[in-house]
């Protein structure tokens, strides 16, 4: 049942700050929103459309940076020429995410800061460790979607596919509030389950995501992304890769690796990285960096199957962005 709530259209960015409060939820493309509202997950006493606030939704190269606002389309994204040939790897996550329906709705912003998608979360049938309750049903329930890495507390995955490919190409986020400006990056935005069960991100109430910023790749970078689900049109992603590399002198110079459908955050596959480091890029140092990227894992006896996945499409998203 949803509750009676107020909607305000904000004329400004300090406009809409002077309406948040801990009762209040912004309002972006309002896919995710309109979920949670129907789920009874949030029973706000306004919310704030920040659709009417000009500027949010542009996409400008500035000093070094390409800044893309939050109330950006994911289909603007998947068809703008220079994410496309620069920034690839999210040019792919906004071309793969849903159906064309909903990215022509939804926003960057907005997958960014979306909540989890686990069904027991979203079930009013179950208090879970996220919704203040004393367990994870997930660890002893139906957890072939789960998370394989950092899975022992709450074992939901992270939702956003962008965050995945944005952290792989180390981008960082603005945000504003009463008490001014501050920037956070991508590794530093989302929280994992030991530090707050109850949160995904370090936004607090009262803050409001004003710009995504993201470094201009270096003439050697080249980026990839790769997405495999059940229903390849449409589905939620069973494992997902965002991969960087440059390479200099025949060799990989620098390499950053994030799973996404992997952990509570996007998972930076450090183990992975540093395996391709040095090395020439190859079917071999890129099987290597594969098997790196999956140690550690701890699936579930129903999710088992997305170790050995996760491992052929890490392989072939780091050789696909090797391609020149």
């Given at each position: 049942m949803i509750a009676n709530f107020e909607w305000t259209n904000a004329r400004s960015i300090?406009?809409?700050?002077?309406?948040?409060?801990?009762?209040?939820?912004?309002?972006?493309?309002?896919?995710?929103?309109?979920?949670?509202?129907?789920?009874?997950?949030?029973?706000p006493s306004r919310l704030v459309n920040i659709r009417t606030i000009a500027g949010l939704d542009s996409i400008t190269e500035e000093s070094g940076w390409l800044r893309i606002g939050p109330m950006v389309t994911l289909a603007t994204i998947a068809g703008h020429p220079v994410i496309r040939q620069r920034y690839t790897a999210l040019a792919d996550v906004a071309l793969k995410a849903a159906t064309p329906k909903i990215r022509n709705i939804a926003t960057l912003g907005g997958n960014l800061l979306q909540r989890p998608r686990c069904w027991y979360f979203r079930s009013d049938q179950f208090h879970c460790l996220r919704k203040g309750g004393d367990r994870c049903f997930a660890q002893d329930g139906e957890n072939e979607y789960h998370a394989i890495f950092n899975n022992q507390g709450c074992a939901i995955v992270h939702p956003s596919a962008a965050a995945c490919a944005l952290t792989a190409l180390?981008?960082?986020?603005?945000?504003?509030?009463?008490?001014?400006?501050?920037?956070i990056a991508l590794d530093d935005l989302f929280v994992l389950p030991e530090t707050d069960v109850t949160r995904e991100h370090v936004l607090n109430p009262g803050e409001l995501l004003t710009e995504i910023r993201v470094p201009a790749p270096s003439d050697a970078a080249r980026s990839a992304y790769t997405k495999v689900g059940q229903k390849e049109s449409f589905d939620w992603p069973l494992v997902e890769v965002a991969v960087v590399l440059e390479q200099r002198g025949g060799m990989v110079s620098k390499a950053s690796i994030v799973l996404g459908a992997a952990a509570p955050i996007p998972w930076r596959a450090k183990s992975a990285e540093k395996a391709l480091a040095g090395k020439s890029l190859n079917e071999q140092s890129a099987r290597e960096a594969a098997t790196a990227a999956v140690q550690g894992a701890t699936p579930f006896p129903a999710n088992a199957y997305k170790v050995p996945m996760f491992e052929a499409v890490v392989r072939r998203t780091i050789l696909a962005a090797g391609e020149v």
């Amino acid at each position: 049942m949803i509750a009676n709530f107020e909607w305000t259209n904000a004329r400004s960015i300090d406009d809409a700050i002077s309406q948040l409060n801990e009762k209040a939820i912004i309002k972006a493309g309002g896919i995710d929103l309109m979920d949670r509202l129907k789920e009874g997950l949030d029973m706000p006493s306004r919310l704030v459309n920040i659709r009417t606030i000009a500027g949010l939704d542009s996409i400008t190269e500035e000093s070094g940076w390409l800044r893309i606002g939050p109330m950006v389309t994911l289909a603007t994204i998947a068809g703008h020429p220079v994410i496309r040939q620069r920034y690839t790897a999210l040019a792919d996550v906004a071309l793969k995410a849903a159906t064309p329906k909903i990215r022509n709705i939804a926003t960057l912003g907005g997958n960014l800061l979306q909540r989890p998608r686990c069904w027991y979360f979203r079930s009013d049938q179950f208090h879970c460790l996220r919704k203040g309750g004393d367990r994870c049903f997930a660890q002893d329930g139906e957890n072939e979607y789960h998370a394989i890495f950092n899975n022992q507390g709450c074992a939901i995955v992270h939702p956003s596919a962008a965050a995945c490919a944005l952290t792989a190409l180390g981008a960082k986020v603005e945000v504003r509030s009463k008490n001014g400006t501050r920037e956070i990056a991508l590794d530093d935005l989302f929280v994992l389950p030991e530090t707050d069960v109850t949160r995904e991100h370090v936004l607090n109430p009262g803050e409001l995501l004003t710009e995504i910023r993201v470094p201009a790749p270096s003439d050697a970078a080249r980026s990839a992304y790769t997405k495999v689900g059940q229903k390849e049109s449409f589905d939620w992603p069973l494992v997902e890769v965002a991969v960087v590399l440059e390479q200099r002198g025949g060799m990989v110079s620098k390499a950053s690796i994030v799973l996404g459908a992997a952990a509570p955050i996007p998972w930076r596959a450090k183990s992975a990285e540093k395996a391709l480091a040095g090395k020439s890029l190859n079917e071999q140092s890129a099987r290597e960096a594969a098997t790196a990227a999956v140690q550690g894992a701890t699936p579930f006896p129903a999710n088992a199957y997305k170790v050995p996945m996760f491992e052929a499409v890490v392989r072939r998203t780091i050789l696909a962005a090797g391609e020149v």
